[in-house]
């Protein structure tokens, strides 16, 4: 079966840190450029970050500025999102998705599953005292 799962979620404290990671299964990532977005609650789904499919270029929404990193191994066909100083507005399902065929800048114009050549099924992040 051809999809992309994320993992790493789960509740931390507000100045916390988690590492999200996505994984392919039944196809490999080498070829797609990679995002990560979430949504929460009562919000609109926004992205993230997104990464090339080399790795060489990212793109960084201002929510995510200085406080995550987003990397890829593609020996591991795996991407991570590092997120760190973490905040209450950080609670969210967070998701990856796969695109091939465009630039970090595309990909990240981009809000939803539609256009997208793959899409998780989220990993919540709660970030709560």
């Known amino acids: 079966q051809l999809q992309l799962v994320e993992s790493g979620g789960g509740l931390v404290q507000p100045g916390g840190s988690l590492r999200l990671s996505c994984a392919a299964s039944g196809f490999t990532l080498d070829a797609f450029a990679i995002g990560w977005f979430r949504r929460a609650p009562g919000k609109e789904r926004e992205a993230i970050s997104c990464?090339?499919?080399?790795?060489?270029?990212?793109h960084y929404e201002d929510s995510a500025k200085g406080r995550f990193t987003i990397s890829r191994d593609n020996a591991k066909n795996t991407v991570y999102l590092q997120m760190n100083s973490l905040n209450p507005e950080d609670t969210a399902t967070y998701y990856c998705?796969?695109?091939?065929?465009?630039?970090?800048?595309?990909?990240?114009?981009?809000?939803?599953?539609?256009?997208?050549?793959?899409w998780g099924k989220g990993t919540l992040v709660t970030v709560s005292s």
């Open positions: 990464i090339s499919s080399s790795g060489g270029v990212t």
């Open positions: 998705a796969a695109m091939a065929g465009t630039t970090v800048q595309a990909m990240c114009s981009l809000r939803g599953p539609r256009g997208m050549d793959y």
